[in-house]
């Protein structure tokens, strides 16, 4: 079983930067391929970046690349999503998600059920 508990949501002005970060325990997730996702109210959650276990592949939604860079410390057993130059449709719930071994497949990497773990959830807020 793997805890994921994200942190670092928080009501900012647009053109603002954050960082979020996800704390697992339970297990390790050195070997586990990370991703956030994010739910604005009344629409689905939706992907925004994901990356591999040994963090050298990383993948973004279209909506959120070249601002929000997804990034890992497995020492650490945290992952985290800076994001830059906030706008306020990047308003939302950001959850962290873990996609243990065996991996999803490529198909699966922007999807909910590409991952095993969910974590609870860390409000942003990007006021214009």
């Known amino acids: 079983q793997v805890q994921l508990v994200e942190s670092g949501g928080e009501l900012v002005q647009a053109g603002a930067s954050l960082r979020l970060s996800c704390a697992a325990s339970g297990r390790t997730i050195s070997n586990a391929a990370m991703g956030w996702f994010r739910q604005a109210p009344g629409k689905e959650r939706d992907f925004v970046a994901r990356?591999?276990?040994?963090?050298?592949?990383?993948v973004y939604a279209d909506s959120v690349k070249d601002r929000f860079t997804i990034s890992r410390d497995n020492a650490k057993n945290t992952v985290y999503l800076q994001m830059n130059s906030l706008k306020p449709e990047d308003t939302a719930v950001y959850y962290c998600?873990?996609?243990?071994?065996?991996?999803?497949?490529?198909?699966?990497?922007?999807?909910?059920?590409?991952?095993?773990?969910w974590g609870q959830g860390t409000q942003v807020t990007v006021s214009s």
């Open positions: 998600a873990a996609d243990v071994p065996p991996y999803s497949i490529l198909s699966s990497y922007r999807t909910l059920r590409g991952y095993d773990y």
């Open positions: 990356i591999a276990w040994r963090g050298s592949n990383t």
